[in-house]
C-alpha cells in the first residue's frame, strides 16, 4: 500500500494541501492522511470537507487563526508541578481563544456533520486566557504587573540600580588620568556593575575583577564600594526570579487543572485545521464529493477527472470522463511517448486514493469509483543494484507479489506492462497476466506499447481497450482519453520528425510484419475518420448556438411587440377616460345652467330642472357612445357566451368579479360588491371565461366597447372599492357616483378599507372640484371611521 501511494505521488498532492494549513500540526495531520478502512468513514470525511468548502465560499467566510503548537506545553502539563514556560503559557492561552471564536460558528454548521462534532469538543476558558494574557507583555516577559509584590520588586530594583550606577560612573571620573578608559562606562560583567580601567590600574581602583578585554589591557572592576550595594541588587534579583516562578507555578496548576479539555480541544482544533486545508484545496480544485460503490456488480462513472497537481500548476489538466461496467475489469491504455498514458494510470490512483483519504479529489459531479481496500502500482523503472535486479527482473518481481496478494477489492495500476524485455515474451506475460488480473482484481488499469495487448480488449477477457488521443498532423498529445479504440505508437512518425535518416525508416517499415501495417492503418483510419466526427460535431453545436441566439432575438421582438400592444390599449383607455370627463363637463354645464334659471323657482321646479339635468346627462353618455366606437372598436362584443341567474360574471366595463341576480329579457341584474346594476346581457361574461384582461388588446378593445354603452343604472347608497388597485378605482368609483346623482340620492358612501392609504388617497384625487359633491368627509366611528368616505350631495 505504502509503496503504491508513493510512486502515484499521492504524498506530493498531501504537501500541497497541507500548505494550505494554519499549523504546523494542522499541516502534519494532513500529511499523515491514508485512506480508510470503509466506505462509509470516508463518506463522512468528504461531507465534512464539502460543508466547510460551503461556508467558506458562502461569503460570510469560515476563518480559523493560527493555531500555536502545544505538544510540548501538553508534555510539560504532564509532569505533576513542573513549571510551563512564558511561550508555553501564552500557547496555551492562544488555543483558547481561537477555540472560542470557532465555537462562535457553531450555529452555522451541521449538527451532524463531523465539523460540529469536533467543534463541540472545543474548550476555552475566558477567564484564564485573560489572567495569561494580563501576566505577559508585549515581547513575551512576565509584566511588572503580574502581582504587586513583582511590581515593588522591580522598582526597587530599579532605583536600586540607577543609584549603583551614577555612584559607578562618579568614581571612575575620580581616578587619574593613566588609569582611566577614555569614553568608558559602566557596564555589566558575570551580572555584576563594573567600571573599565588600564591593566596598570587595578591597584589604584581596587575590588574585584570580573572581565578583561580582548587585549588584556583593559579589566573590567567591580570597585569595593560597590560591592555591598551590588550584593543588595543580587537580593532582589532572587526576590524577583522567586515572585516570577510562584506567577508561572500558579498559572501552570490553573493549566494543568483543565489539561485533558486543552488536549481535546486541541487536537479538536488540528482536525478542524485539516479539514479547511482540504476544503481550501476543494475549491481550488472545483472537486466534488463521488459516490463509492462497494459491490462488483456496480459499475465506474468519472466525470471531468483531472490530476490535481496539474490543475495547480496553471491549470494545465485536461478532464476525462470513463464509463466501465461491472463486468469491464482491465482497462488497457496505449498510445505513443509523452503522450499522458503514465499521468492517466496515476490520476487514476489518486483520485480513489485521495476521496478514500477524506480528500475531495477533482471531480465532476455525479462521479462513482470503487471503495478500494488496497493499492498496487509498478510505475517507472524499479531496478536494483543492491538486489541485482534488472528493470524487467524489478517488474516480474513486483507482478508475482501483485498476482499472489490481489484480491477482488483492490486496484492495480501497471505502467508499460511486459516492456524491458522481448516484444513477444513480454506481451504473452502481460496477457496472461492480465486475464489473470480480470477474474482476481477489482480494476486493473496498465499502459501498454505491445501490440499483442492491443488485441485483448476484442477477446471478451472483461478488458476494454482505451486510448489517449495524439494529434498525428502536430505530433503532440491532446491528452483526451478515448474508450474502445487503441493508440498508435507513431514511433516511425516521430522518428522521422526528429530526423532520422528516410533508408532506415524504410527499412524498418520493410521488418514490421504485414499484421502489424495492417492494425497501424486501421488505426489511423479510425483516427481521420473520429476527427471528421469530432469537425462535424463542433459545426453542429455552432449552429445549434446560431439557432439558440435566433430564438431569442425572436422571443425578444415578441415581447417588445406586446409591450406596445399593451402600450396602445393604455392610450385608448386613457381616451376613452378623456371622452367620460368631456361628458360629465357637458352634463356639470348643463346642470349648473337649468339651476341658474330656476334660482328662484320652487322646490318643484328644481327637482324639474333636475330630471332635465339629467336627461341632459344621459344625451351626452350616448354622445360620449358614439365617440368611443370611433376610438377602435373593432367588433361587436360576443353574445355567444350564455350566463344564468346565480352565475359569476364579469361586465366588461369592470374589472371586478360580479354576480348575476335576475334576467330581464336582454338584461341583467348584477351585484358587484354592495351596488345593483342593470346591464345589457351581451356585456356579461362568465367569470371563468377565458376573455381575461390578458387575452391581447383585441379583448381590451372589446372591453372598452362594451364599456362604453350607458347600463340602466339601479343606484346604491354604498360601495365597495377593497382589493381594487388603485388604477382599477376610477372605472368602479365615477359610475357609483353618476348613478348615486342620477338616482337623486342625498349621500354615497365609498368603503376602501384603511390598509396603506393609497385608495381612499384616489379617491380624495377623483372627487376633489366635484360640484355635484357638497361634502367630501371620512366616516364617524359608526359608518366606518377612515376606511370609509361619504360623499354628500347638492
Known sequence: MDHALRVIEFDRVLAAIGERAVSEAGCAAVHALRPLADASSAVRSLAAVHELRRLIESGDGWALDTIAPLDGALRRLAI???????????????????????????????????????????????????RIARTFDATGAVADGASPELGRIRRALATRRGRLVDELTRYARELPERVRVPDASVTVRNGRYCIP??????????????????????????????????????????REAREVDRILRDLSSAARARASELA??????????????????????????????????????????????LVLDAGGAVPFDLDLSAGERVLLVSGPNAGGKTVFLKTLGLLSALAQSGVLPPLGDGSRIPFFRRFFAVIGDEQSIEASLSTFGAQARNLAEILHEAGDRDIVLFDEIGSATDPAEGGALAAASLRRLARQARLTV?????????????????????????????????????????????????????????????????????????????????????????????QLERRAGETADRERDLASRETALADSERAAALEREAERLAVLREARKQVEAAISRLESEFATGDEVRRRESKRAARGEVERALRTSSRALRALGESEPPSVARAVRVGDAVRWNASDRPARLVEIRQDRGVIEVGELRLTVPLRDLTPHSAPETRSSGPARLHEAAGSAQRR????????VDLRGLRVDEVEGMLNPAVDAAVVGDLPWLKIIHGKGTGALRERVGQLLAGDPRIRILRAGESNEGGTGVTVVEFE
Not at 220 to 225: A, G, H, I, N, T
Open 80 to 130: 505533576e508541578d513542573a513549571p510551563l514556560e512564558p511561550p508555553q503559557l501564552l500557547a496555551c492561552a492562544q488555543v483558547m481563544a481561537v477555540a472560542r471564536a470557532v465555537r462562535r460558528l457553531d450555529a452555522r454548521l451541521d449538527p451532524d456533520g463531523l465539523p460540529a462534532e469536533h467543534v463541540s469538543r472545543l474548550w476555552g476558558e475566558a477567564a484564564l486566557e485573560k
Open 197 to 238: 580601567v588600564r591593566r596598570e590600574g587595578k591597584g589604584i581602583a581596587g575590588g574585584l575583577v570580573h572581565d578583561a578585554s580582548a587585549s588584556r589591557r583593559t579589566l573590567f572592576v567591580e570597585p569595593s564600594r560597590a560591592i555591598e550595594a551590588m550584593n543588595e541588587i543580587r537580593e532582589l534579583e532572587l
Open 711 to 718: 347600463p340602466d343604472f339601479t343606484a346604491a347608497t354604498e
Open 264 to 309: 481535546v480541544s486541541y487536537t479538536a482544533l488540528v482536525e478542524l485545521d485539516s479539514l479547511r486545508a482540504r476544503a481550501l484545496f476543494a475549491g481550488e480544485m472545483d472537486a466534488s464529493p463521488p459516490a463509492f460503490s462497494e459491490g462488483p456488480s456496480e459499475g465506474i462513472r468519472i466525470r471531468g477527472a483531472r490530476h490535481p497537481l
Open 446 to 538: 496498465a499502459t501498454t506499447h505491445l501490440g499483442d495487448l492491443k488485441r485483448l480488449g476484442d477477446e471478451k477477457a472483461a478488458a476494454v481497450n482505451a486510448s489517449l488521443e495524439f494529434d498525428g498532423t502536430r505530433l503532440e498529445p491532446t491528452y483526451r482519453l478515448v474508450r474502445d479504440r487503441p493508440g498508435r505508437s507513431y514511433a516511425l512518425v516521430i522518428a522521422a520528425r526528429l530526423g532520422v535518416p528516410e533508408d532506415v525508416l524504410a527499412a524498418a517499415r520493410d521488418r514490421l510484419g504485414p499484421e502489424h501495417v495492417s492494425l497501424d492503418t486501421l488505426l489511423a483510419r479510425l483516427e481521420t475518420e473520429r476527427s471528421e466526427v469530432e469537425d462535424l460535431r463542433t
